[in-house]
């Protein structure tokens, strides 16, 4: 089975600080993709990368950087956390095999900004 | 561009009735379909998708979605739900011919609440 991995379920921090979320997926997929879950607004794509050190921007990459240095990891930064960034964080990988688009999600870090 | 419409945010039903929740997209391309399902404090699971042949799809737990292109429509349905089908549901869709490497587009989701 596809495993996608977030390193933590719960994390609480203060505005101002740098935050790293990170994911792995142990299925050799060639996308994966970071999103950001409210209530009421369902997921929004914040980055998404296709191959190792290459990022595209999704429909809200502001306030968010990403970092893909090998293939099965993929790390969203928060340069300077906002409570506005308060939310789940959800990552998902596919592969551009045949696969028909399917995306295997994580957990999900539920992430806390006071 | 694509968009996908869930036209419920919230379904309250009772143990046992039978339910629907409804999803529409629009896309000038032909594509693939996707229901999701998100149980409490968990990530989204597939359900079932729709990639070609038959309309009808069916998931192992008893729902089944059918596509309807000249709606544009792919709405579930199960004819009895059971207590551990309280969920969040999201309808996505993706561009069948490759675009943005395999982005899917989601809906808003629709929250299934069953009552006992």
């Known amino acids: 089975d596809v495993k996608v991995t977030q390193s933590s379920r719960y994390l609480v921090k203060r505005t101002g600080e740098k935050v790293f979320l990170e994911c792995v997926q142990d299925?050799?997929?060639?996308?994966m993709f970071w999103y950001r879950q409210d209530p009421g607004l369902g997921l929004r794509l914040i980055y998404f990368s296709y191959d190792v050190k290459m990022k595209e921007k999704g429909d809200i990459p502001e306030g968010y950087s990403v970092s893909r240095e090998k293939k099965e990891r993929f790390s969203l930064i928060l340069e300077s956390a906002s409570t506005n960034q308060t939310s789940m964080y959800l990552c998902a990988s596919s592969s551009t095999g045949f696969s028909y688009n399917e995306q295997f999600f994580g957990p999900g870090t539920r992430l806390t900004v006071l | 561009a694509q968009s996908v419409t869930q036209l419920d945010s919230q379904v309250p039903v009772f143990e046992e009735a039978p339910v629907e929740l409804r999803c529409n997209y629009s896309?000038?391309?032909?594509?693939?379909l996707f229901w999701y399902v998100q149980y409490p404090n968990q990530g989204l699971q597939l359900l079932l998708k729709?990639?070609?042949?038959?309309?009808l799809v069916e998931s192992i737990n008893g729902f089944e979605a059918e596509f309807n292109k000249s709606q544009t429509s792919f709405h579930l349905r199960k004819p009895s739900v059971h207590i551990s089908d309280t969920a969040e549901y999201f309808c996505?869709?993706?561009?069948?011919?490759?675009?943005?490497?395999?982005?899917?587009?989601f809906g808003k989701g629709t929250k299934l609440s069953v009552k006992p």
């Open positions: 996505a869709v993706s561009d069948r011919y490759g675009g943005s490497q395999g982005n899917l587009i």
């Open positions: 299925m050799d997929h060639e996308n």
């Open positions: 729709y990639l070609s042949g038959s309309t």
């Open positions: 896309s000038s391309v032909s594509v693939y």
